[in-house]
């Protein structure tokens, strides 16, 4: 199993942007999808990007055109870029890769 440690979150105004990162323990050149998912307070867990190894990508509807997800094989990392954050999108990000997870990092939108 890939072990998965994500980072980048906190605390962002609305309207603001973050970048998270998921880096991986080996090599993410053979994974074929990896993903973000959130979980939000009273919320169970939802998908918000999948990227495949050949850089297909699927969103969520709510956040499509605000977010973009991306993966960088050489640095064993997948990116989750988020625009124009809203309140709603409070949440813990979690990264996931070949049936793991990594323990996920909080994002709190506030002003």
């Avoid at 919320?43 to 495949?52: D, G, K, M, P, S």
């Avoid at 997800?69 to 999108?89: C, F, G, H, P």
């Amino acid at each position: 199993q890939v072990q998965l440690v994500e980072s980048g979150g906190g605390l962002v105004q609305p309207g603001g942007s973050l970048r998270l990162s998921c880096a991986a323990s080996r090599s993410i050149f053979r994974i074929n999808a990896m993903g973000w998912y959130r979980q939000g307070p009273g919320n169970q867990r939802e998908l918000v990007a999948l990227i495949t190894r050949d850089g297909s990508t699927n969103y969520a509807g709510s956040v499509k055109g605000r977010f973009t997800i991306s993966r960088d094989n050489a640095k064993n990392t997948v990116y989750l870029q988020m625009n124009s954050l809203k309140s709603e999108d409070t949440a813990v990000y979690y990264c996931t890769a070949d049936l793991s997870w990594g323990q996920g990092t909080q994002v709190t939108v506030s002003s």
